[in-house]
């Protein structure tokens, strides 16, 4: 057995509290409070079943994806899903208004999961657009959070198949 003193015991345990407490930190550089992150439309880790929009509904059907009725407005539906699946939300610091009517809705349905999310599409108010950029864009909201995201227009035109 080694002979230490108290003291240089001490240190050790100090010195292997640190290095454990180093192995453990997450260094991914992700915030822990979640709403001032940026995150994805649909998570990583989960498979998208199908969209409906208005009377449109985006599934797969033996492996390929399908608009059905066929859409009219010129997307290819594994764009669609594509855009779904790896659109990137952007929050911001505003808070939907009791007398905001949404413009378009999207139910999301993932595997695995019984019910789906149900995504509002808000125009963004003069205010903010006027201080973001100078094309009006849309303000996207998923039911029951009160976390707001950012879309393009574009954006807003592909996943909600607006024109």
Same mark, same amino acid.
């Given at each position: 057995?080694?002979?230490?003193?108290?003291?240089?015991?001490?240190?050790?345990?100090?010195?292997?509290?640190?290095?454990?407490?180093?192995?453990?930190?997450?260094?991914?550089?992700?915030?822990?409070?979640?709403? !001032?992150?940026?995150? /994805? %439309? =649909?998570? $990583?880790?989960?498979?998208?079943?199908?969209?409906?929009?208005?009377?449109?509904?985006? @599934?797969?059907?033996?492996?390929?994806?399908?608009?059905?009725?066929?859409?009219?407005?010129?997307?290819?539906?594994?764009?669609?899903?594509?855009?779904?699946?790896?659109?990137?939300?952007?929050?911001?610091?505003?808070?939907?208004?009791?007398?905001?009517?949404?413009?378009? !809705?999207?139910?999301? /349905? %993932? =595997?695995? $999961?019984?019910?789906?999310?149900?995504?509002?599409?808000?125009?963004?108010?003069?205010? @903010?657009?006027?201080?973001?950029?100078?094309?009006?864009?849309?303000?996207?909201?998923?039911?029951?959070?009160?976390?707001?995201?950012?879309?393009?227009?574009?954006?807003?035109?592909?996943?909600?198949?607006?024109?």
């Amino acid at each position: 057995m080694l002979k230490l003193s108290r003291r240089n015991w001490n240190n050790i345990l100090i010195f292997l509290v640190l290095v454990l407490m180093y192995s453990l930190y997450d260094w991914s550089g992700t915030t822990t409070s979640g709403t !001032q992150s940026r995150m /994805q %439309l =649909v998570p $990583e880790d989960a498979q998208l079943l199908s969209v409906s929009i208005d009377n449109l509904r985006l @599934v797969q059907i033996a492996g390929q994806w399908r608009i059905q009725p066929v859409s009219r407005a010129g997307v290819e539906p594994q764009q669609l899903a594509n855009s779904w699946q790896y659109t990137i939300l952007q929050p911001v610091a505003e808070i939907a208004g009791k007398n905001w009517v949404p413009v378009a !809705q999207a139910s999301v /349905q %993932l =595997v695995g $999961e019984f019910t789906p999310q149900i995504w509002l599409l808000y125009p963004e108010p003069n205010y @903010v657009s006027a201080v973001a950029s100078s094309q009006p864009g849309f303000l996207l909201q998923q039911v029951g959070q009160p976390q707001l995201y950012q879309l393009s227009a574009a954006q807003a035109r592909l996943l909600f198949l607006l024109e």
